[in-house]
């Protein structure tokens, strides 16, 4: 079975600085992966995903995660925090036909002015 | 292009009753999930449908949930019994059956067991 581990539960950053949010992958399969944006009271948007084409995978918002085989990784970034960027960040992650989808217990993001 | 319909937003019933929450996916999406997220957790997928096919069930709790895809189109969830620990957001998700789609997520349905 796949799985996702988030690292952190929370971040904190303060605006205008870079976010990252880690998140570690386990497959048996080519994985693909997803990062899931939620916000307060709302449901779940898709960031970006990777589908093994490029390894750098570049979302809306400004957001771009990078997949590394070697280390298991997903791990999603942006530059420079925004006071919007304050939500719940999901990591997932599935078999090629989107299949036995699994997500992490998610990142809470908190940007402070 | 319309998103993913879910119905109630919001429901509140006692221990022991029964519930019903409908989704409607986005048109030509032909995989339909449920997934049940509590709070402070991740989404944890229930029933994975393929049109009126169910895909993957394992995590269902088959005592008391079910759910169904008559027509491969919408679909229900329901719980019967429901007890306490069912509190949560009940959450409909479609994707098409392409190796490069994700999946569009409703907004739920904040289920309240009191």
């Known amino acids: 079975a796949q799985s996702v581990t988030q690292l952190g539960s929370h971040v904190s950053v303060s605006e205008g600085a870079l976010v990252l949010l880690r998140c570690n992958y386990s497959s048996s399969v080519p994985p693909y992966l997803f990062w899931y944006v939620q916000y307060p009271n709302q449901g779940l948007q898709l960031l970006l995903k990777y589908t093994s084409a490029a390894t750098l995978v570049k979302g809306i918002n400004g957001f771009e995660a990078e997949f590394k085989k070697s280390e298991t990784s997903f791990h999603l970034t942006k530059p420079s925090a925004h006071m919007s960027d304050a939500a719940e960040y999901f990591c997932a992650v599935s078999d090629i036909n989107n299949n036995d989808m699994r997500f992490g217990a998610g990142t809470r993001l908190t940007v402070k002015p | 292009e319309a998103g993913v319909a879910q119905s109630p937003r919001y429901k509140i019933i006692e221990k022991r009753q029964s519930v019903a929450f409908w989704c409607n996916p986005i048109s030509g999406h032909a995989t339909l999930y449920w997934y049940q997220q509590i709070l402070g957790q991740g989404p944890k997928l229930l029933i994975q449908?393929?049109?009126?096919?169910?895909?993957?069930d394992s995590q269902l709790p088959k005592d008391r949930f079910s759910a169904e895809r008559l027509k491969g189109v919408d679909s229900t969830l329901k719980i019967q019994p429901a007890k306490l620990e069912d509190s949560a957001v009940y959450l409909c998700?479609?994707?098409?059956?392409?190796?490069?789609?994700?999946?569009?997520f409703g907004p739920g349905t904040r289920l309240t067991v009191t």
């Open positions: 449908f393929q049109n009126n096919g169910v895909v993957d």
């Open positions: 998700a479609s994707s098409q059956k392409t190796e490069n789609s994700g999946e569009y």
